[in-house]
């Protein structure tokens, strides 16, 4: 069963800093480009940052959180994580990492069309 599960959430006061991750099991996580989104309550879900696959030699970010938040893949624990720092109230989502449909790519984009497999969320509060 293909399955992605997100961890790492939590509550956390503006500046501070949190690491997402994201497991995978039921396909190898190095054979693919993986992506984190965030969505709040009545907004769409909006792409944050992925990277693609083996090496994940390309990663792309949004302009919101590019210099605060960096990704990065651990094949052998078949994890991705997304590291979030700076964080402001702005932030505060759910956050869901994806599996991209495409085999292999070495490209990614945070488009999430380009995403069949979802995790279920992991929220992120910064509120002091």
């Known amino acids: 069963q293909l399955q992605l599960v997100e961890s790492g959430g939590g509550l956390v006061q503006p500046g501070g800093s949190l690491r997402l991750s994201c497991t995978a099991s039921?396909?190898?996580?190095?054979?693919?480009?993986i992506g984190w989104f965030r969505q709040a309550p009545g907004k769409e879900r909006e792409g944050v940052s992925c990277?693609?696959?083996?090496?994940?030699?390309?990663?792309r970010s949004a302009d919101s959180v590019k210099g605060r938040f960096s990704i990065s893949r651990d094949n052998a624990k078949n994890t991705i994580y997304l590291q979030m720092s700076s964080l402001s109230p702005e932030d505060t989502d759910i956050y869901y990492c994806?599996?991209?449909?495409?085999?292999?790519?070495?490209?990614?984009?945070?488009?999430?069309?380009?995403?069949?497999?979802w995790g279920q969320g992991t929220q992120v509060t910064v509120s002091s």
């Open positions: 990277i693609s696959a083996r090496g994940g030699l390309m990663t």
């Open positions: 039921g396909f190898p996580l190095e054979s693919y480009t």
């Open positions: 994806a599996r991209a449909w495409r085999l292999n790519a070495a490209t990614c984009g945070i488009a999430k069309e380009r995403y069949n497999v």
